[in-house]
């Protein structure tokens, strides 16, 4: 017994009482005599007994657990994604079991059938990079099962029981975009990731709109389907450094902060000055944005924002009394100039007269 955690049943032979005895001595049921009581209780704490919560609430009717699938808590995003998750969860009276996809498709439906058989009350997803069929989210749509995407999400796939929390990808893209027109840059290249995340759909819909908006030519050449990692910005920035001198990019918006750091580095390998010679923007505000030299321009991702707001909304879909407004709910971005992308000058603001 001492290599296994005790059962009610181990007391129960102990003592030689029944199993539902001992359940009733550890409540404290009234139909117990104290004398019972006192040696269950006595042996309980030799044995180091522990009840198994998930078991009595489980008979209760309910887990009071939610559960947590994300592609990796490597990084910054997905940690505090789920940090905020744990805090909102926790103030809200839940726990919470956490599995990782590794961007995997197969370990994702694995993970989902597993926090499905937990008969967990909510599950709150952020897809693998990998999937593009989604029927194993129909089992749990049609069980009812309260069901959260944030940031990876499946576009489309509705139902009471459903929502959605996401950033503003494509207005955190287009205000990139933006400011590097704004800083004189006029061969924008830009690193994105599979198009049929929404994420990277979305990046790559508002820089190609910008560039519209903004009366610049789209150049093919200049966009980099690419690993979002270090090594794909690398192997991204030096292809796009064997165009011709003429048609080289003078600044680079990546989907992801990695990849800029990626094309930071090859940029500096190649003698080139960021940003005067080549501007940088990632995207995500990792820790290490704030740590480059230059210190990486990029998009915050409210990524604790989304987590609370991720379990207010399951919590409304729940019950329906506690959901206010929609259950597609969008964060807005916010664009951190730093030096990596800012040739010129902030214009000072006139002062205003006494």
């Known amino acids: 017994m001492a290599n296994r955690r005790a059962s009610i049943t181990d007391l129960a032979k102990a003592l030689n009482l029944s199993a539902s005895t001992i359940s009733r001595a550890l409540s404290d049921h009234a139909d117990v005599s104290e004398a019972t009581k006192q040696r269950v209780r006595q042996l309980a704490e030799e044995l180091h007994y522990q009840p198994n919560q998930l078991a009595a609430a489980l008979r209760r009717g309910r887990s009071n657990t939610l559960g947590v699938l994300v592609p990796h808590i490597t990084g910054h995003f997905f940690p505090e994604v789920v940090n905020g998750i744990a805090v909102e969860a926790s103030k809200a009276g839940y726990n919470v079991m ?9 370990q994702e439906k694995k993970n989902l059938e597993l926090l499905m058989n937990a008969q967990v009350e909510g599950i709150l997803v952020s897809l693998a990079n990998t999937t593009q069929d989604f029927a194993h989210f129909d089992a ?29 990808d494509y207005q955190g893209a287009y205000q990139v975009v933006s400011h590097l027109i704004e800083q004189g840059c006029s061969r924008i290249a830009h690193f994105t990731g599979p198009l049929h995340l929404n994420i990277h759909r979305n990046r790559h819909q508002g820089y190609l709109d910008a560039l519209t908006a903004h009366g610049m030519p789209i150049e093919q050449e200049l966009i980099a389907f690419c690993e979002m990692n270090l090594k794909g910005g690398k192997q991204a920035m030096r292809s796009l450094l064997k165009l011709p001198a003429g048609q080289r990019p003078d600044a680079v918006f990546s989907s992801n902060d990695l990849a800029a750091v990626g094309a930071m ?7 080139l000055r960021v940003p005067d010679d080549v501007a940088i923007v990632g995207f995500s505000n990792e820790v290490f944005t704030s740590l480059t030299e230059p210190m990486l321009s990029s998009v915050d991702q409210r990524c604790e924002r989304m987590g609370k707001t991720a379990v207010q909304l399951l919590q409304g879909l729940l019950d329906t009394r506690k959901l206010r407004g929609s259950r597609q709910i969008m964060l807005k971005p916010e664009l951190l100039v730093r030096e990596s992308s800012l ?11 006494r």
């Open 140 to 168: 749990v749509r049609g069980q009812g099962v309260p069901l959260v995407f944030f940031d990876r999400v499946v576009e489309g796939f509705d139902g009471p029981n459903v929502g959605t929390v996401v950033l503003d």
């Open 265 to 271: 580095q090859v940029a500096k390998e190649r003698r």
């Open 98 to 106: 956490i599995f990782q996809s590794n961007e995997d498709v197969q």
């Open 343 to 353: 040739r010129r000058p902030e214009p000072t603001k006139p002062r205003k007269k």
